[in-house]
C-alpha cells in the first residue's frame, strides 16, 4: 500500500480546518445572539455553584402573581461572577431579573437551563394588583413622615 498522496493530505487538513472553523462560528453565533430577553420578578430561594467539570451557577425564582395562588418556578442560569454575588446578596429579597434565553447551545457546560441572567435588580414594593402597591417595609415609610 502506498502512502497517500499530498494533494489528498492537503485536502484532509483543510477540510478539518473549514469544520472547525464552521463550529467555532456556530458557537460565536450562539453564545452572542439571543433568542428572546426580559424581565422576571420574585424571590431567589435557590442559588448554588454546581457541575462535575463546568461549575456554572444555577438558581430558582419563585414567581407569585397574587397572593395565596400557586408558586411558579423560574430556573435560570447565571455567567457572570459579579452577577452572582449580587443574585447571592439579594437571596430572601424581591428582585427582578433580567435575562436572555439563548437556544442552541449543546451542553450543560454552559449552563442547565436556557435563562441567562444578566442583571439583579432589588425591587422593594409588592404589587398586589394594578394601582395597589404593598411597600415590602411598611415602618420605613411611615418613618420618613
Not at 13 to 41: C, D, K, M, Q, T
Not at 84 to 96: I, Y
Not at 110 to 118: A, K, L, N
Amino acid at each position: 500500500m502506498s502512502p497517500p498522496s499530498l494533494p489528498m493530505v492537503k485536502s484532509l487538513v483543510i477540510g478539518v480546518l473549514v469544520l472547525v472553523a464552521l463550529l467555532a462560528g456556530y458557537f460565536a453565533f450562539v453564545l452572542n445572539w439571543s433568542y428572546s430577553s426580559g424581565e422576571r420578578a420574585g424571590w431567589v430561594q435557590k442559588f448554588s455553584h454546581k457541575g462535575w467539570v463546568c461549575k456554572t451557577w444555577e438558581g430558582e425564582l419563585a414567581l407569585v402573581s397574587l397572593p395565596g395562588s400557586t408558586v411558579e418556578k423560574f430556573l435560570f442560569t447565571v455567567q457572570d461572577e459579579a452577577v452572582a454575588q449580587q443574585v447571592e446578596r439579594h437571596m430572601g429579597k424581591r428582585v427582578s431579573l433580567h435575562y436572555e434565553e439563548k437556544v442552541g447551545l449543546p451542553t450543560s457546560c454552559f449552563g442547565e437551563t436556557r435563562h441567562f441572567v444578566t442583571r439583579v435588580i432589588e425591587t422593594p414594593d409588592i404589587p398586589l394588583g394594578p394601582g395597589v402597591v404593598l411597600p415590602s417595609n411598611p415602618g420605613a415609610s411611615a418613618s420618613a413622615k
